[in-house]
């Protein structure tokens, strides 16, 4: 076999073929084996030759193949021992994991290849013995080689100004060694006769003031190395140790986010970016498997103009609650309950459906779920025992539907799907269908499969009834299905759409069912040019698209069907606290405006009390101009009709803005319009607005959840798809870029890898969808919910800590380095050492190095309980109280005025005699006093700034205290031979002996503290941060028992609970509109319509058209 | 375990599930739930501890006052005094070799109680400059084998290729006034013994190492020493080898074993060697008692009365304030979200 790639690596491509190919198609080594079928000799010969006949097209090839040793595994033989030559095309190696488009030659027989015969890198084998397949990209060529995304590194917020800090800190140093220098270059003078300063020696030049401009730059160097204390190199490795320690220690083995039902704990997948969790401003999430669970289960259903199902759904419930009513709930106790379905209705159970006006299109609905979809089964063909396997859960719910109907597809039989020409066969067990409680195994053979993909929106199989009849079924979003329905039956048309928009609304997730019957003959001249499309080599999806088009028209509406997508537990108490907490949340979701906007209220999202805007694509100008079908114009007019509306809603956003008390904005706007509306000349004007909203919801923004139908391997490259993560991607830079606020995006799926990869922060739910997002985020957790104390617990503290942490490090070395400068102008400016080199050394690396750490890692301003309960702490983050220019400026001040203190009060008193026997102090027992000084107070000054001391505080202050007095006890007591002044010999036994030194030691530290000691005592007194508040409300609580006490809380909440504890939070108010009560004007009649209650239409009713196209007002139910 | 609170939850879990589960485990550590002590700084605590440090700084600060004032000390200048009015260079005539001697008076102010410690004081004197600190060699002055262990001494470490003992910078510029005192025509016997630090003159300096070559370069620093008596006696030289932390310092030079009475006149013959003149140093010389604390030094008791009477009224001040404007603790309308609806 001769392929067209070049060489073979450890994990390489492949294409595949089936296993059905070993009938024709065999391996000479697995013959070999078998001794039974070995070849003659003639044979032998011929396999010889033409295996040289290959080794030689392989040779002659331009550029030629490098290949090894043909081996005999290698060499692919048919039935009649021929070996086999086929010839690869393909296209060139990309990125695109969804698509390949290649052929396969064999035999003067063009086979097409598609992502459907790929096998990525990394995919492993189950269910199959073997595989004979081909390599066709290696090693950085495979597509999921050139799709690993260069993950960006992302840095905090903090730790950029951070490095601001320490340029600052630079500038001063050099400020410092050029004031140093200047002095120096000045000093030298030859009438200090005993420094001998015109001295040829080697290395007088330092001093030497015939040159002063040497003078100056030799001692700028030293005076670099000197003051090079004031940067805290350390500061970076204490940081990286006290996050790392936070995020695999305290993120990852909080027992609050360990999600016992899939056992799952958090993770922190960097250590970066704890304290920007702290911060985060903006909020992007995607709605499904991360507002929501994810776990579709079948609701509802439409048969031919008639609502089933007799559930609530969450959202209805919620609505009715804000409304004031009370839903009353009858579940029967036969109903039949598993994962997907949720359905109870007995005029459909157990076969009672015969009994409808309509059963045949009941059947039809039946058949339509059990053969249109790409479900497989696995396991047991019994309908307890049997398994579906389906890329999404949407189509597992609707065969599982099926099967609860008595339509049980339970065997899937693929004959080959590289050779086009026998079919695929699916087995259903149909109950009750000639009459009652007869049940018989029908297969169907599937002739051809109109995939899914988001510009279709539809998904169509072609199958022939075991009588010969040909049907197309096909399922599909309600758009692309009503414009492809035959004329008539115009009744059923509309309840059906009523219904979907009823569905819509309650949250539910619909799809349109609809068949047709196929003449053979039209069949066949379809299919030939199907079997054409699929094999070209170029557009081939786009070719595909067209061709399902000349089939896919004139069906027969059977139905709809509604999914319900569960919200997460909590969601809503946690979307609450964290608008509490000042984080404004984006959720980008592909739902329909109506039902976005529903979710929107359903998690909290949006209320009543918020001023809503909303920018739809779906006005009737628009669409008119959509009518006309001209891609330029539409492109104009939207984009007009984008600017008009921003603009005013700006002028009024600015209105509501510019009064204090003012409500809290919304924005709803629908895909389209954000399109036009990130282009350059209104993304500032959407910026705007976005900003002062708490809350957006952009619908319609991905491909519809239907595109999930399909397995993930297969195709999502479509220019929808590709926006919209383009359209989202943007939406994150532009407040990334715009605002200079922090971003969080979370998702769960694929199609947010992007958006994680763009905002600061980002987060993977580890939920149903793959690792894809999880791999690209930053933290993962189990559960929407977690982020509340993800966010406000560990980011809240993670941020608190470090600010303390690099506040504390610029002030230690700051204060200390000063001490040294001050030293520096009574010292000729010599760059004489104030302190002893090991002093130096060790400031940083013993004395003062544990302490901060623990304040870093164990400080806590309020518990966990009282951070998630008064959430506006969180605000403190937001606006960066902790890390601001002033801050740095009120730590440097006080740096400034201690190194004063330390170096004046001791040096001032060096002059006199220090004992009773009038011995004074040298150079060494002043530095050594100050030094001692130093550290003493500066560990006592990190006491000061903490909000909780534990024992490891008091263990690491005084053990640092201490080991400065055991070290400089070691140090100058023991007489070293060699290779050392002796200049530390002995100082602190002097300093001990006298009273002097006591007294000083009192002293200084209280002198020093004392201005700091004022300044937090007025603070908390007349300007007290909010988080001194709550400490004090909360001074006489025992913390201990209260987090376990909220632990239990937090994780036995059953969602009813949590929602009403949500809507207990709510304004107890019955809405000023009436029924229930959507304050946006387009909204109110539009349901109340539905419910049958009158309510003016307005000119401005937007989103009533949006959907109520030619609708006339039927009051129904 | 401590687990009972958290692990609930799981507690029904059979045991092999629980080997698989990933349930992180319950410590205090990872759940942050340390036992900790939450101090807060309410007004009451801010005014004790103003309080608490006043009362323990006001009498430290009177009583080391009051030491400071029971020290005699009397002072003279004389580096003017003791060049003849004269002489217009006096670089010139303080390095010329004529006789410096010079006569000075001190009176005595106050009874002052036997020993009377004698200082010198130099000003303007750079003891601390890099160059000079580090010319020294501690080898050399402490082993009598490592004489030529000079590196570190230059530029004053060979003289004609031979080392100098002791060498550098700060034996070579050694302080060589001399003192004599007489009160009534009495001459009082100034003791030189024991007036360094024991620990520098056992361990820095060795008693079998002499002074060699000493002073006998061209140009002459300062004091010259008896070559026939070890460094280790030689204690003007190692009390000038503590070298001073800033460029105004006093040494010691001896002690007058004896009381000086009230009213006397002590009459100090100096010889005025030492050339500060070149670098406009002044010369001071101060006679002085010492108490407890030392020497006199009104700094500490004025910096422990300043610190402890600020603070005792700090704790007045926030009294008033605290009865006047009183906050309430823990007062949620202090809390920014109330104080600013919107949270703008």
Redesign the interface.
């Known amino acids: 076999m001769v392929s067209s790639s070049s060489s073979f690596a450890s994990a390489p491509e492949f294409i595949i073929s089936n296993n059905e190919v070993d009938n024709e198609i065999d391996i000479l080594s697995k013959i070999q084996s078998n001794n039974s079928k070995l070849p003659n000799w003639g044979r032998r010969v011929r396999l010889a030759l033409q295996t040289a006949k290959e080794i030689d097209t392989l040779h002659s090839s331009t550029p030629p193949v490098i290949h090894r040793d043909i081996k005999s595994a290698n060499v692919l033989i048919d039935r009649n021992f021929n070996a086999r030559l086929a010839e690869v095309q393909c296209e060139q190696p990309n990125n695109s994991l969804y698509t390949f488009t290649g052929n396969l030659i064999l035999q003067n027989q063009t086979l097409p290849v598609s992502p459907n015969q790929l096998l990525l890198r990394g995919c492993s084998l189950r269910n199959t013995e073997y595989i004979v397949g081909v390599v066709i990209f290696t090693g950085h060529e495979t597509k999921v080689m050139m799709n690993a995304m260069n993950v960006p590194s992302k840095r905090s917020t903090l730790e950029r100004k951070l490095d601001k800090l320490i340029l600052t800190l630079f500038a001063t140093l050099f400020v410092m060694c050029f004031i140093g220098a200047v002095g120096s270059a000045v000093f030298v ?1 030859k ?7 015109e ?1 040829s ?4 030049a ?2 030497d003031p015939r040159n002063r401009f040497l003078v100056f730059l030799l001692t700028m160097f ?1 005076l670099i190395t000197l003051y090079s204390t004031i940067i805290p190199i350390s500061l970076y490795v204490s940081i990286e140790m006290i996050k790392f320690i936070q995020s695999t ?2 993120i ?4 609050h986010m ?1 999600h ?1 039902e899939t ?3 958090a993770l922190a997948r960097t250590s970066n970016l704890n304290e920007e969790l702290g911060q985060v401003e903006y909020i992007f999430s995607d709605k499904t498997g991360t507002l929501t669970r994810n776990l579709m289960e079948f609701f509802k259903c439409s048969i031919g103009g008639e609502v089933y199902g007799t559930g609530v759904t969450e959202i209805e419930r919620g609505i009715a609650e804000r409304s004031g009513k009370k839903i009353e709930e009858n579940i029967s106790s036969n109903a039949v309950r598993e994962k997907g379905f949720n359905f109870d209705d007995p005029r459909l159970m157990r076969g009672a459906w015969r009994n409808e006006p309509n059963p045949d299109n009941c059947k039809e609905f039946f058949r339509c779920l059990a053969i249109c979809h790409t479900v497989l089964p696995e396991g047991d063909e019994s309908p307890e025992k049997i398994k579906y396997q389906a890329a999404s859960p949407d189509e597992a719910a609707l065969v599982i539907a099926a099967k609860n109907f008595g339509f049980f597809f339970y065997r899937f039989k693929q004959l080959h799907c590289f050779l086009l020409r026998t079919p695929t066969m699916i087995y259903v067990r149909e109950s009750h269908v000639e009459k009652m409680g007869k049940i018989q195994d029908v297969p169907y053979e599937i002739l051809n499969v109109l995939e899914f993909n988001s510009t279709r929106k539809r998904q169509s199989v072609v199958c022939r009834y075991p009588d010969g009849r040909l049907v197309l079924y096909c399922k599909g979003a309600d758009t692309v299905i009503y414009e492809r329905l035959a004329d008539g039956n115009n009744d059923i048309k509309k309840v059906t759409r009523e219904h979907l928009e009823q569905f819509g609304s309650s949250g539910l997730r619909t799809l349109c069912l609809a068949y047709k019957e196929l003449h053979p003959d039209v069949y066949e001249s379809w299919n030939e040019k199907f079997i054409q499309a699929k094999s070209s080599l170029r557009d081939r999806e786009r070719k595909l698209d067209e061709v399902a088009e000349l089939i896919e028209h004139d069906l027969i509406l059977i139905g709809s069907t509604a999914i319900e997508d569960k919200l997460q537990e909590g969601v809503p108490a946690c979307i609450e606290t964290l608008k509490r907490a ?1 984080i404004k949340i984006w959720v980008l979701t592909g739902d329909k405006i109506e039902t976005a906007i529903n979710i929107g209220y359903a998690c909290n999202l949006i209320n009543n009390e918020m001023k809503q805007f909303i920018i739809s694509s779906e006005t009737d100008a628009i669409r008119e101009v959509e009518e006309r079908g001209d891609q330029i114009e539409i492109a104009r007019f939207m984009k007009e009709e984008v600017k008009k509306e921003l603009k005013s809603c700006l002028e009024e956003a600015q209105s509501y803005f510019s009064s ?3 409500p ?1 904005l919304a924005l709803v706007i629908d895909g389209k319009c954000l399109m036009y509306a990130l282009d350059p000349s209104l993304r500032v004007m959407l910026l705007n607005l976005s900003l002062n909203c708490h809350a957006v919801v952009c619908c319609r923004v991905s491909p519809l959840q239907k595109a999930q139908v399909n397995l993930f391997l297969k195709a999502i490259k479509d220019w929808w798809c590709l926006d919209f993560n383009y359209g989202a991607l943007q939406v994150t830079s532009l407040v990334k870029k715009g605002a200079q606020k922090i971003t969080l995006s979370i998702g769960d799926g694929a199609n947010d890898v992007s958006m994680i990869q763009a905002a600061h922060v980002g987060v993977g739910i580890s939920g149903l969808e793959g690792m894809q997002a999880v791999m690209a985020s930053d933290f993962a957790i189990a559960q929407f919910r977690y982020l509340a104390d993800l966010l406000l617990v560990h980011g809240r ?1 993670s941020y608190l800590r470090i600010c303390k942490v690099v506040t504390y490090f610029f002030y230690k070395n700051l204060t200390f380095t000063l001490t040294q400068f001050w ?1 520096t102008f ?3 400016f ?4 104030f302190y002893d080199d090991w002093f130096q050394s060790l400031y940083n690396v013993i004395f003062t190095a544990l302490p901060v750490i623990i304040v870093g890692l ?1 400080d ?1 301003d309020v518990s ?1 309980s009282l951070s998630k309960k ?1 959430p ?1 702490l969180y ?1 403190e983050g937001i606006r960066n109280v902790f890390f601001k220019w002033r801050v740095v400026a009120i730590w440097a001040f006080f740096s400034l005025y201690q190194s004063l203190i330390f170096y004046y ?1 001791v ?17 060494w ?3 050594t006093m100050a030094f001692t000084c130093v550290v003493v107070t500066v560990n006592l000054r990190l006491l000061m700034i ?8 008091y263990i690491s202050v005084g053990g640092s205290i201490l080991a400065w007095f055991i070290f400089i006890f070691l140090y100058s007591g023991i ?1 070293t031979p ?1 290779d ?3 200049n530390m ?2 100082v602190i ?2 300093l001990m002996s ?3 030194f006591y ?2 030691l ?2 200084v530290p ?2 020093a503290l ?1 201005c700091d ?2 300044y ?2 007025v603070q ?3 300007f ?1 941060y ?1 988080y ?8 006489h609580d025992d ?2 028992t209260s ?2 006490h909220l ?2 809380i937090g ?2 909440l059953t969602p009813a609970e949590a929602r009403s504890h949500a809507i207990s939070q709510l304004p107890r108010e019955i809405s000023k509109h009436t029924g229930f009560a959507f304050d946006s004007p387009g909204y109110e009649s539009f349901f109340a319509a539905q419910l049958g209650v009158f309510a003016p239409t307005k000119a401005w009713d937007v989103a009533r058209r949006a959907s109520m196209k030619s609708r006339p007002k039927i009051g129904h139910k | 375990m401590s687990s009972s ?2 692990a ?3 507690s029904t879990d059979s045991t092999a599930a629980r080997r ?7 410590s205090k ?15 009451r605590a ?1 005014i004790s ?1 103003f309080l608490l ?1 006043s009362v ?2 006001v009498p ?1 600060g009177v009583a ?1 006052l009051l030491a400071s004032r029971k020290v005699c000390l009397r002072d003279i200048m004389y580096d003017s005094k003791c060049i003849p009015k004269n002489v217009t260079n006096k670089v010139a005539y303080i390095q010329s070799s004529a006789d410096k001697a010079c006569s000075i008076t001190l009176n005595v102010t106050k009874h002052m109680k036997s ?1 009377v ?1 004698i ?1 010198y ?1 130099l000003d303007n ?10 010319s ?1 060699s ?2 050399q002055l ?1 082993k009598r084998g490592e004489e030529n262990e000079t590196s ?1 001494c ?3 470490d060979m003289v004609n290729g031979r080392a100098i003992v002791p060498c550098g ?1 700060i034996a ?2 050694l302080f060589n006034d001399t003192y004599s005192f007489s009160v009534n025509k009495r001459n009082l016997t100034v003791n030189k013994k ?4 024991k ?2 003159r056992n ?2 300096f060795g008693k079998d190492v002499f002074p060699k070559n000493f002073q006998n370069s061209s ?1 002459i ?2 004091a010259h020493l008896n070559e026939s008596i070890p460094l280790r006696e030689q204690e003007d030289l190692i009390v000038w080898m ?11 030079y001896g ?1 007058i074993e004896e009381d000086l009475k009230e009213g006397e006149l002590i009459n100090v013959t100096l010889n005025n060697n030492y ?1 500060t003149y ?3 140093g002044k010369k001071k010389l101060v006679l ?1 008692t ?8 009104d ?2 008791g004025i ?2 009365l300043t ?1 402890g009477g ?2 005792f009224f ?1 704790a007045l001040a ?1 009294t008033i ?1 605290y009865f006047v404007k009183p ?1 309430q ?4 309308s ?4 109330n104080r ?5």
């Open positions: 003078n009438k200090y006769f005993y420094l001998h300063l001295s020696e080697e290395g007088g330092q001093f030293t220690q305290f990852n083995k909080d027992l360990y016992l056992n799952t704990p000042g204090l008390s003012g809290k503290w030293f009574q010292a000729g010599s760059g004489q050492r164990f806590k966990a008064y506006e605000m009060f040096s001032s008193s060096s002059l006199s005699g220090k004992n009773s026997a009038g011995k004074t102090f040298g150079l027992d002043v530095s903490c909000n909780s001391i534990t024992r490891w505080h007489s060699y050392r002044q002796e010999y002995f036994y002097v006298t009273l002097y007294l000083t009192l002293l209280v002198a004392f000691f004022i937090q005592g908390r007194w007349f007290p909010d001194q508040i709550i400490q004090e409300m909360h001074r913390t201990d987090r376990a632990l239990e994780n036995n | 609170g958290a609930g939850a799981g698989n589960t990933k349930r992180p485990k319950y550590f990872t759940q942050q739930e340390l036992p900790a002590c939450k101090p807060i700084l309410t007004p801010v501890a440090v323990v700084f430290v080391s020993p410690y200082y004081q004197f750079y003891q601390n400059h890099r160059r000079y600190v580090k020294r501690d080898e402490r570190t230059k530029p004053e910078l070579w510029s024991g007036i360094s630090w620990s520098d361990h820095k140009i620093g300062g503590r070298t001073a932390a800033l460029p105004t310092f006093r040494k010691l002690k050339n070149s670098f406009n002085s010492t108490t407890w604390l030392g020497g006199k030094n700094f500490l910096a422990y610190v600020l603070c700090l926030f304030v906050r603790l823990g007062d949620p202090y809390l920014s979200w600013n609806p919107g949270g703008h």
